[in-house]
Structures are given as structure tokens and as C-alpha cells.
């Protein structure tokens, strides 16, 4: 094998109302397009899909959905959201 070397940084924000602070930040290193992803209804009851949708809305950004996704998604799922327009 040749010889490589594999990043994958990772940062989370905890804490009530973190993520209009997060969004500030991260925001201006992304695109115009936005890709929700997430699994099941839970992101929806609990509100924080509202709270992110509404805030990036406010920052101009265009939202594409892809919901349905389950724990270690197949590559078949995977290419679905590689479909969405974007």
C-alpha cells in the first residue's frame, strides 16, 4: 500500500442557542447550497431542524433536504444524496 496520511477533523458545539454562533463561524467557508441530512422525525420534534432551517434561511443560504438516513448508511443511500439537486 502506499504511504498516506488521513485527516478528518471534527468539531461540535454544545449548549443551548450554540447554533446561531456556530452558523456565524462556519457559514462563510461554505457554498450558497446547504445539504440537511439526517434520519427520522426526532430532528423535527425536538426543533432544532426549525431553529437550523430559519437561521440559515436568514443567511441566505439555499437548503436542500435528504432525510431517511439510517445509522451507517449503504452506498446506495449515500448516492441518493449525491442525486439532489444542488
Not at 446561531?20 to 423535527?44: C, D, F, H, N, W
Request: proline letters at 5%; charged letters at 25%; a negative charge.
Amino acid at each position: 500500500m502506499n504511504k498516506f496520511v488521513f485527516t478528518y477533523p471534527t468539531k461540535v458545539y454544545f449548549g443551548e442557542g450554540i447554533a446561531a454562533e456556530a452558523l456565524k463561524q462556519e457559514l462563510p467557508r461554505v457554498g450558497k447550497t446547504i445539504m440537511l441530512a439526517y434520519g427520522g422525525g426526532s430532528v423535527k420534534e425536538n426543533g432544532i431542524y426549525d431553529e437550523l432551517k430559519n437561521l440559515l434561511l436568514q443567511a441566505d443560504k439555499e437548503i436542500v433536504d435528504f432525510s431517511g438516513i439510517m445509522p451507517n448508511p449503504t452506498y446506495a443511500k449515500v448516492q441518493e444524496g449525491a442525486k439532489l439537486e444542488i
